[in-house]
């Protein structure tokens, strides 16, 4: 990605709301599978202390695509689903693509930054926010960019566009800790099956 594109997409909430809508279904699980890895490898790099860097670049490789296709797709259709409660007029589709294109720059930009604070090594805690302070810049236009876009296929004002991103953000939280604690509990109960049969065979 290039430093002209990216600024574009950082800074134009236009240019990244058209080039979401006319690029292919196919370009925009791509931009999943991308934004799973930069992502996962940027939040993993932090721990190459405990994990090597090729085991780090081939968990990334392996899970990000999923990862991304996981956050995506759930986050999308809950978003449609509150904000239909709010009259919001966009099809499923466009929130799926809006949200994939978004997370594209700031994805970027955090994977360049956890690798630049990797190679410096230990600094100060000034030294490390200053660091830090492109992935805060990028957060925060991409909050503003997706807020100001997702108004716009909604047809929503500003303030309406907001509060329906904060009530789908909270919404697909609980959904995914809930489909978390689930997930644990099969395991566990999966598990402790397990256990129970292996001393049942023992025993007998």
Partial sequence: MSSL?????????QALRDLAMKQSYAAVVAVNAING?????????????????????????LFGPLAGFIISSTYSRVEWLVERTLNGRAARDELYRLFSWSLLPLSFVAL???????????????????????????????????CVNLSAIQRFSVTRGAAGLFLATI?????????LAVLSLVISFGS?????????????
């Fill in 5 to 13: 594109r990216l600024a574009d997409l950082l800074f134009r909430p």
């Fill in 171 to 179: 919404s697909w939280l609980i959904v995914m800790c809930l489909g």
């Fill in 112 to 146: 360049i930054n956890s690798i630049i604070l990797i190679k410096i090594g230990a600094a100060s805690g000034l030294a490390n926010a200053a660091i830090l302070l492109p992935t805060v810049i990028a957060l925060m236009l991409t909050l503003r960019n997706y």
């Fill in 192 to 204: 402790g099956q397990g256990f129970r049969e292996m001393l049942s065979q023992i025993s007998g």
């Fill in 37 to 61: 890895i930069f992502l996962m490898i940027a939040l993993w790099v932090q721990m190459q202390q405990m994990f090597t860097v090729s085991l780090i670049i081939t968990i990334g490789i």
